[in-house]
């Protein structure tokens, strides 16, 4: 998998957006970014991915740069219910992969 | 539509023993994992099975031993736990090999050995 980066922690204020950073400047052309969540003592959760267009689901949007190094996790409207650690996950783009969790970035919402 | 079940939710193992932390899915998922969770840490890939009758080994497999039973189980066997093997235990599954990136996880085994 390609290396990410992702700050350690973050917080933020409930009903304000919540935008997570990652870098992966080592990422390959076809090569997919992915995010995943894990809420306290439960299996993480799938979020979103994409590979260079900027992606919106249910849940968040993804805006991936042009050069593809770097890419934002947004959630636009944060609850309590968020709070969790993100998980910013590059895999090889090479037949079946296995994921590569990561530590994540731990966000805390705060009322 | 349950997703991916796992029993038991919590054990205890005194050293030496044994036991099988079962896996189900009811999502029609070719493949399915096994990983490991130590507090404060990433989650570790222990197995996994691409596709029915097959399995293959993750990143840290050494004192474990699975079996894909059918479509919708996948169990791991601990033959002799160790304190070292104290971990919460999350089972996933994806659709198929070429899906293995999005993977849907059940809510995890936390064992604790004494």
């Known amino acids: 998998d390609a290396k990410t980066t992702q700050p350690t922690s973050m917080d933020c204020a409930e009903g304000r957006a919540a935008n997570l950073p990652c870098n992966h400047s080592?990422?390959?052309?076809?090569?997919?970014v992915y995010w995943y969540r894990q809420i306290h003592s439960q299996g993480p959760q799938y979020i979103i991915h994409?590979?260079?267009n900027n992606e919106t689901n249910e849940m968040a949007s993804l805006i991936i740069t042009e050069d593809r190094k770097s890419s934002t996790l947004i959630l636009p409207h944060a609850t309590l219910r968020d709070t969790a650690v993100y998980y910013c996950?590059?895999?090889?783009?090479?037949?079946?992969?296995?994921?590569?969790f990561g530590t994540g970035t731990r966000l805390l919402v705060s009322p | 539509n349950a997703g991916v079940t796992q029993t038991p939710k919590f054990q205890v193992l005194k050293t030496g023993q044994s036991m099988t932390l079962q896996c189900a899915q009811d999502?029609?998922?070719?493949?399915m994992y096994w990983y490991r969770q130590d507090p404060g840490m990433g989650l570790r890939l222990i197995y996994y099975?691409?596709?029915?009758?097959?399995?293959d080994k993750g990143e840290v497999p050494n004192g474990y031993n699975v079996s894909r039973l059918n479509k919708r189980e996948f169990s791991l066997r601990l033959e002799s736990a160790a304190p070292s093997q104290t971990s919460v235990y999350f089972c996933?599954?994806?659709?198929?090999?070429?899906?293995?990136?999005?993977?849907?996880f059940g809510p995890g085994t936390r064992l604790l050995v004494l």
């Open positions: 996933a599954s994806s659709e198929n090999p070429q899906s293995s990136r999005t993977q849907y």
């Open positions: 080592t990422i390959s052309g076809n090569e997919y």
């Open positions: 994409g590979l260079k």
């Open positions: 996950i590059v895999p090889m783009n090479t037949g079946f992969q296995k994921l590569v």
């Open positions: 999502m029609n998922h070719n493949s």
């Open positions: 099975s691409a596709s029915e009758g097959t399995t």
